[in-house]
């Protein structure tokens, strides 16, 4: 019978090693970066597993200054995850770009493949439209903010779920990456594109009067007119790692 151990440890090496561990509170925020400062991406539910790809420094919760970024592409204060320790449990996310994702993988610093596509396209058309690096910064910030660099459909506005998106939310009837609404913005197919919905973006950035040296986060909040006017400028220091990247 000496066979099993050997079949067993056979099929131990071949199953992956993942860096999973349990949230022990219940609607534990994950958020835009490592800080309670940063905008809440999503919550997770008391008792699920997340895969933790790094971690970083950041807000003290509870005497643990400690965030892990979870696949999701967000963090969450260790406080709230059980990692068995109080200290590092794995490799620390890289200060350029929030993540170990390395300058062979083609992505935008803190940013996934996915968010690095829709970001690459706003740059593009903030080079296309010789906006400079101040309307890649609103542009990026933006983006950021109002969905974490995800294009969103919605099921409110059901045109937008027969166009390619990352998930989908029911905020009034706001879609795509900048959540634009659908009752201003009714090209559903223009909204549901990163370049194109950028340069509605861009369109509306232009008329306001001192756009090129205004402040990034009061541009921003001069065109979106959010209910929350200060989060943009907690996205600037991204936005300006991401646009340097881009060529901006």
């Known amino acids: 019978m000496m066979f ?3 079949v067993a440890l056979a099929v131990a090496a071949l199953t992956p090693i ?6 022990t509170g219940d609607g534990v925020n994950c958020r835009s970066g490592p800080g ?3 905008s809440v991406v999503k919550s997770y539910r008391q008792g699920a597993d997340v895969a933790i790809t790094c971690q970083a420094a950041g807000t003290s919760v509870n005497g643990n200054a400690i965030w892990d970024k979870t696949e999701d592409g967000c963090y969450v204060t260790d406080y709230y995850i059980r990692t ?3 200290n590092y449990v794995t490799k620390k996310c890289d200060s350029g770009s929030g993540d170990d994702d390395n300058s062979s993988s083609g992505n935008l610093p803190g940013l996934t493949s996915t968010q690095s596509k829709h970001a690459k396209d706003i740059i593009g058309e903030a080079k296309k439209e010789d906006l400079g690096r101040q309307g890649c910064l ?6 950021l903010v109002e969905s974490n660099m995800l294009m969103y459909a919605n099921s409110k506005v059901p045109a937008s779920l027969n166009y390619p998106h990352d998930a989908v939310g029911s905020d009034y009837d706001s879609v795509g990456i900048f959540q ?3 009752v201003y913005y ?3 197919a223009a909204d549901m594109d990163a370049a194109r919905s950028a340069a509605q973006f861009f369109k509306g950035m232009k008329a306001i009067s001192g756009w090129k040296t205004m402040e990034v986060g009061k541009l921003c909040q001069s065109v979106q007119r959010s ?6 400028s907690e996205r600037v220091a991204e936005a300006k790692k991401i646009c340097a990247a881009g060529g901006l």
């Open 4 to 6: 099993t151990p050997v």
């Open 18 to 23: 993942t860096n999973a561990y349990p949230i």
């Open 36 to 38: 309670t400062s940063y």
């Open 84 to 86: 068995g320790s109080s």
């Open 138 to 143: 609103a542009g990026i910030a933006t983006g």
């Open 180 to 182: 634009q609404r659908a």
């Open 186 to 188: 009714p090209n559903i």
């Open 227 to 232: 209910a929350y006017p200060s989060r943009y």
